[in-house]
């Protein structure tokens, strides 16, 4: 197989676990780093043996670079990855895949054009414990799902990130931030959504920063911290989700449970690639602990990148595809919008859910 060779732009926090799994994987070569902050670029680069550090510009104009990945902030990644397609590179970005519908449309329609690839995170759902969870659902474990709940509730990540404004930005909130993880999870579970609603409140409208060189700094709000919302699945099932930076105590709540006709399956946090996976059957006072089916629960960051480099030499639908990941950015929207305007939101988009990986 022909390895695709990888520039990573963007090498703040987030950045190290991609670097240290892609220089493993053997789908892909990485060679690049760059940033807005040459200095940074170049300490990432010496960290993990790259010859190249460069500006984002310098990394984008290398013929050698086949796929880009983006880790810059929120705000960023739609005018990086257009940049990046527009060069006749491929794009992996973290997640969410633009700020607006109008910036991930137009992402796509360009790559459409030009024969590339978009993929986006999150790809925890390729770990092993939401794809045992995918082939419990497929094999019929729980016999047709009708309902969902998620819940993401905790406090915010102001107390120990170094740099936590963005959370607060446009494009930031908890919708925004931990928002794909679940709905992409219960996406590639359950197929795409028709329409949704919700309520968004902003509940505090600043934060104080509580650690490292920022502590003290006040951050203004811009984006709702607190969302409830519902979801209507085109196959039927209807789901709740509560994502909030309101609760510091947390909750108690799983992380994803879904109902079907015939049992009830616990999913394990979405954030991760694996976890324990509980099934009870219908009549059974007892939950059942199902051994994972599928590998990859360590922090496997990349497995999308990998993924995607793989299709591209098999020629065949990398998992992680950019539809997906745009029909989780509207629905997101859609919460808001539903919250401001008083009315159900009918999605535009859809997607096909992704083919499931190679069981053990």
């Avoid at 928002?179 to 579970?189: D, I, R």
Wanted: charged letters at 20%; proline letters at 6%; a negative charge.
């Amino acid at each position: 197989m022909k390895r695709s060779k990888v520039g990573i732009v963007g090498c703040g926090n987030i950045s190290s676990i991609y670097f240290q799994n892609l220089s493993k994987y053997p789908e892909v070569e990485l060679v690049a780093a760059a940033d807005l902050d040459l200095e940074r670029a170049q300490a990432r680069a010496k960290e993990f043996g790259l010859s190249k550090a460069y500006t984002v510009d310098q990394l984008l104009a290398d013929p050698e670079i086949d796929i880009v990945v983006n880790l810059t902030i929120p705000k960023a990644h739609g005018p990086v990855c257009l940049a990046a397609v527009k060069a006749g590179k491929h794009v992996y970005v973290e997640k969410p895949l633009a700020v607006t519908r109008e910036e991930a449309a137009e992402l796509l329609a360009v790559a459409r054009e030009k024969g590339l690839r978009v993929a986006s995170a999150p790809e925890t759902f390729l770990g092993g414990g939401l794809q045992t969870c995918r082939k419990l659902i497929d094999d019929g474990a729980i016999g047709k799902p009708v309902a969902a709940s998620g819940f993401m509730m905790g406090g915010g990540p102001e107390p120990w990130h170094p740099d936590p404004e963005f959370f607060y930005q446009v494009g930031g909130g908890p919708m925004f931030d931990m928002g794909p993880y679940y709905l992409t999870a219960l996406v590639s579970l359950l197929g795409p959504i028709r329409r949704v609603t919700g309520s968004a409140v902003i509940t505090h409208s600043e934060r104080t920063i509580g650690s490292g060189k920022k502590q003290g700094q006040k951050i203004p709000v811009e984006i709702p911290t607190h969302i409830s919302g519902v979801l209507d699945f085109a196959d039927g099932a209807v789901a709740t989700l509560i994502t909030s930076f309101d609760a510091p105590a947390g909750t108690s709540m799983p992380n994803i449970e879904i109902q079907g006709t015939e049992g009830t399956l616990i999913v394990p946090d979405p954030n991760t690639f694996g976890g324990v996976v509980r099934l009870r059957k219908a009549g059974s006072q007892e939950w059942q602990e199902i051994a994972l089916t599928h590998g990859n629960t360590d922090n496997n960051r990349g497995i999308g990148v990998a993924d995607l480099a793989a299709a591209i030499a098999e020629e065949r639908e990398h998992r992680a595809h950019g539809d997906m990941a745009y029909h989780v950015l509207e629905a997101m929207h859609g919460f808001h919008d539903a919250s401001r305007e008083g009315k159900h939101y009918e999605m535009k988009s859809t997607c096909a859910r992704p083919a499931p990986m190679p069981a053990l």
